[in-house]
Nanobody, 121 residues
Framework: QVRLVESGGGSLQAWDSLRRFCAAS????????VGWFLQAPGKQREFVST????????YYEDSVKGRFTISRDNARNTVYLQLNSLKPEDTAVYYC??????????????WGQGTQVTVSS
């Protein structure tokens, strides 16, 4: 069993930067891909980014390319999401998840509780 806990959310202004943390406990996440998803009010959960178990491969949704960077430290059992040049439309609850290398929520087995990121113009 893998337990994921996110941190690093908050309220920011447009163009601010934020670093999100996804810390795992229980079973190590070193053999899992880890993805980040967001869910805006009234909308479905959407893919943001994913990183494979070895950090050899990353993938981003088009709207965050060049602004967000995903990374991981398996020795610390932690995955990071650096969010730069934030926009109001980035406002959402952000979730991390461990599972397969994929963009679909159904391919991820373990989920964090989600934390709010609010960006004001």
């Amino acid at each position: 069993q893998v337990r994921l806990v996110e941190s690093g959310g908050g309220s920011l202004q447009a163009w601010d930067s934020l670093r999100r943390f996804c810390a795992a406990s229980g079973r190590a996440i070193s053999t899992y891909a880890v993805g980040w998803f967001l869910q805006a009010p009234g909308k479905q959960r959407e893919f943001v980014s994913t990183i494979d178990w070895s950090s050899a491969a990353t993938y981003y949704e088009d709207s965050v390319k060049g602004r967000f960077t995903i990374s991981r430290d398996n020795a610390r059992n932690t995955v990071y999401l650096q969010l730069n040049s934030l926009k109001p439309e980035d406002t959402a609850v952000y979730y991390c998840a461990a599972g397969k290398w994929a963009v679909l929520t159904t391919d991820y087995e373990y989920w964090g509780q989600g934390t709010q990121v609010t960006v004001s113009s």
